[in-house]
């Protein structure tokens, strides 16, 4: 296939406007902006800003009204319930709108905020489209996350409503939500008015008779009612959701999505980029508490006019390495998106790919791959096994579609193994020095973003432009920084390497070791601390952490790291995978007193290392690495 990359990347290059006004006829207004970008407004601008919409109609209405009211829109696949649902544009849309009906009865109006907080159903979906219906913010908070992080976000958002389901199921384990959002709300200093309940078969939650409500009888009530809730107009920069994810400090930064931009820039995103049609089936692997989740299992499929999968279970486990493919072959899906990592912990179980092979695969025309760096090996195993192109490509919670990757829909530019390819338009892609100064091709430094950013991208941290400006903008000015290292070749592929700052990677989740250390410090005896990323073949990236013990504590050493590991299970939640602590004598330092955690880092991961010429003591790295081998991770000193 012949690639229309160049010709279209080159229009954009040639008008911005032009180009983002065009795909702006792809959604509908109720008022058509003027103009694409206006630069006077906000941080750095904003996208449609005189312009007017919905993006539930745009989800949803608008598709039935144009007759395809009985094209499936969703597929909930639960192999931990054992269930399989399949809701039309005409159900999600009758569903939305009854849940739309219950926020109004709260008292839940324009701009008001809901914290939802659901493992992977169908009612989670609707939860979202009926906020962005009544124009609410909805902010979704991951299932993995403890109840600290739930209450940050529940405080930082002063969240009116929570909506919440009784339980999660984990490959052979339930989560009970109800003990952790209760523990939440008793943290947060803001209290939200009401919860609305969702009384899965698994768990039965306790009820608050005064706070919480029933989902179902809410939504029976409802239903009985019949009231039709028409779609909100809200201005095309009012926030559709707020996003929460890691930052450098342990006060993770709410990522703002506007309306407007989100739309164009993910309905151009789907056809183009990911190269699915209207009443195709994607089938986005993540979760919905992520960006991932967001942006592909919900938004852009509903926009597309395309049917998504919401799929409850595993990789592995549920039953086995045959889930993905099997889900494949039962519901026809066109193109599967997920994380390296999950390919991963397949092979791990089926490395012959036996269970690919045996699965009819026939509709497949291709996987995605991003939130992590799609390792050349993977990527190979995933080709040989699957027959079809492996596509990596590379984007954030802030930008909240690709940055880069290879444009199925424009037809493919050659494979560079371990590159996430090419920028897409909108993106002009520098690599700078530390000093900011652009450095030749093949050279290795900060991968910055031009101002302004395109539609769909962040404008803003909530409520927090100064900490946006000085963490994203202020560095390099006229780029935003991505917080990513890497390089850019001869032939202009991306190839991402490493984060500048102190976030990992783990299972494809991005998380701050900066947040963990603050934790682990909490711990009364324990003087200092670092945590560091280590390599895992399966998650990329695992934490240990280092601790220093008091003087004067006798305690017994393993019972201290148990506790510290128990500790950030608590705080921060199982997903951070937190389960190696060392206790050492002393962390390794620079005559100034900074911590060596890269050169700690190399040690574990077994890569050559130089003995830093600034380094206090060098003994200390020894002690390390002694310390690493005990636990069989790392190499001899
Ligand atoms: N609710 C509650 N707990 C959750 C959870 C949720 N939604 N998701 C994960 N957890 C828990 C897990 O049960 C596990 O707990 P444990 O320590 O008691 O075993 C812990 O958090 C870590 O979970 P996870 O990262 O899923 O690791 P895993 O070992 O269970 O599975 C993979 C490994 C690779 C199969 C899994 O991480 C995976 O499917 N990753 C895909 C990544 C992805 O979708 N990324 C999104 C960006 S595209
Ligand atoms: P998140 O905001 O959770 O989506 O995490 C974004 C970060 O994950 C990026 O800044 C990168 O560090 C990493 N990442 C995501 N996708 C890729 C990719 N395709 N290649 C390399 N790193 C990636």
């Not at 608008?62 to 395809?68: D, L, P, S, T």
């Not at 820039?265 to 009443?279: H, K, T, V």
């Not at 089926?350 to 991003?370: I, M, N």
């Not at 490493?498 to 998380?511: E, K, P, Q, W």
């Amino acid at each position: 296939m012949a690639t229309s990359y160049h010709a279209v990347y080159g229009a954009w290059n040639t008008s911005s406007d032009a180009f983002w006004g065009k795909a702006a006829e792809d959604i509908d207004w109720y008022r058509k902006p003027n103009r694409a970008f206006d630069g006077t407004l906000g941080v750095y601008g904003h996208w449609f800003a005189d312009g007017e919409t919905n993006t539930c109609c745009n989800c949803l209405d608008r598709h039935v009204e144009a007759g395809h009211g009985d094209r499936y829109a969703l597929i909930y696949d639960s192999p931990v319930t054992d269930r399989v649902q399949h809701f039309s544009y005409s159900d999600m849309l009758a569903e939305v709108e009854t849940l739309a009906a219950v926020y109004l009865d709260l008292g839940i109006s324009k701009g008001d905020r809901i914290i939802i907080y659901m493992p992977m159903i169908p009612e989670a979906v609707f939860a979202m489209l009926a906020a962005a219906r009544i124009g609410a913010v909805h902010s979704v908070v991951f299932g993995g996350f403890a109840a600290n992080e739930l209450a940050v976000r529940i405080n930082d958002t002063e969240a009116k409503l929570v909506v919440s389901a009784s339980c999660g199921v984990e490959s052979g384990r339930l989560i009970a939500y109800k003990p952790l959002l209760d523990a939440a709300i008793a943290l947060s200093p803001h209290k939200p008015d009401r919860c609305l309940i969702l009384q899965r078969e698994q768990v039965e939650a306790a009820i608050d008779e005064i706070r919480d409500i029933d989902f179902a009888a809410a939504m029976e009530r409802s239903r009985q009612a019949g009231r039709a809730v028409p779609c909100v107009a809200v201005r095309a920069t009012d926030p559709l959701y707020i996003l929460y994810t890691s930052g450098t400090t342990g006060q993770p930064k709410g990522i703002v999505r506007d309306n407007g931009g989100h739309m164009v820039a993910l309905r151009w995103s789907l056809p183009n980029i990911f190269g699915i049609g209207p009443g195709e089936v994607f089938w986005a692997a993540s979760d919905i508490g992520w960006v991932v989740g967001h942006s592909y299992i919900v938004y852009a499929p509903l926009l597309n006019g395309s049917t998504t999968v919401l799929y409850e279970g595993k990789p592995v486990g549920t039953p086995d390495a045959g889930a993905f493919w099997r889900v494949i072959a039962d519901h026809k899906v066109s193109v599967l998106f997920t994380a390296p990592t999950a390919l991963r912990a397949i092979r791990k179980e089926d490395p012959e790919g036996v269970k690919a092979k045996s699965a009819d695969l026939s509709s497949l025309r291709a996987l995605f791959l991003a939130g992590e760096r799609a390792d050349p090996d993977t990527v190979r195993w995933a080709e040989a096994v699957l027959g079809t192109p492996v596509i990596d490509n590379w984007w954030q919670t802030e930008t909240g579609w690709p940055i880069a990757a290879n444009p199925l829909g424009l037809g493919l530019l050659p494979v560079k193994y371990g590159s996430a390819a090419v920028p897409m338009p909108g993106y002009t892609i520098c690599v700078l020095d530390d000093a900011g100064h652009p450095l030749p091709a093949g050279t290795l430094g900060n991968i910055v973003i031009e101002l302004p950013l395109p539609p769909g991208c962040l404008p803003t941290f909530w409520k927090a432009d100064e900490r946006f400006r000085r963490g994203c903008l202020s560095e390099f000015p006229g780029y935003y920084r991505t917080a990513d290292a890497g390089y850019i070749d001869d032939d202009g592929y991306i190839f991402i390497m490493s984060r500048t700052d102190d976030i990992i990677n783990v299972a494809g989740h991005r998380l701050s070791t900066g947040s963990m250390e603050e934790i682990c410090a909490s711990h009364a005896d324990v003087a200092e601390c670092a945590v560091i990323g280590i390599a895992d073949p399966i998650k990329g990236q695992v934490p240990a952490g280092f601790l220093v013990i008091n003087a004067n504590v006798e305690r017994d050493a393993a019972e201290i790291e148990r506790e510290v590991i128990g500790l950030v299970r608590d705080r921060l939640g199982p997903v951070a995978a937190f389960k190696t602590a060392i206790c050492v004598k002393r962390l390794p330092k620079t005559r100034s007193g900074k911590i060596l955690r890269g050169t700690m880092q190399k040690i574990a991961d077994r890569e050559s290392w130089k003995m830093p010429a600034t380094i206090d003591d060098p003994i200390v790295l020894e002690e390390i690495t002694l310390a690493l081998n005990a636990r069989g991770i790392g190499a001899a000193s």
